[in-house]
């Protein structure tokens, strides 16, 4: 093998694998696909020495929030305060409620005068 090969070999696939590790796809697996369909031919050690040489790495996504940091989030957004987003919250639910306790009354009441009453 020609010395530097591997390098020019992964310059020539940089924008494939750039695609993949934004998709989400392990170092082993890229090289992996890569050395399976001929496109590289180092070893996983070069390709990884590679690519930390490059500065390619995987996205870091944030931690996770909190509900209560969403919903100040969402209320800053929507111009809301914490009451109105509540009430919204607490309508939205007895909403649902409504609709789903008609349809199961429905549903299950097969007595004609049973169907107009909502228990």
């Known amino acids: 093998m020609m010395k ?4 020019v070999e992964f310059l020539a696939c940089k924008d494939e694998i750039l695609s ?3 998709n989400g796809y392990h170092y082993t697996q890229i090289h992996q696909i890569l ?3 001929g496109k590289i031919s180092t070893k996983y050690k070069n390709f990884y020495r590679i ?4 500065g390619i790495s995987k996205p870091r996504f944030e931690p996770l929030k909190h509900g209560s940091e969403v919903m100040n989030e969402f209320s800053l957004s929507m111009n ?4 109105k ?5 607490e309508r939205q639910r007895y ?4 609709v789903n306790s008609s349809e199961s009354s429905v549903v299950l ?3 004609p005068d049973e169907q107009d009453r909502h228990w």
């Open 35 to 37: 050395f399976d369909q």
């Open 80 to 83: 809301m305060d914490k009451n």
């Open 95 to 98: 909403r649902n409620n409504e």
């Open 20 to 22: 993949m590790v934004n």
């Open 109 to 111: 009441n097969n007595d």
């Open 85 to 89: 987003f509540y009430k919204e919250v």
């Open 4 to 7: 530097g090969k591997g390098y």
């Open 51 to 54: 690519l930390h040489k490059i």
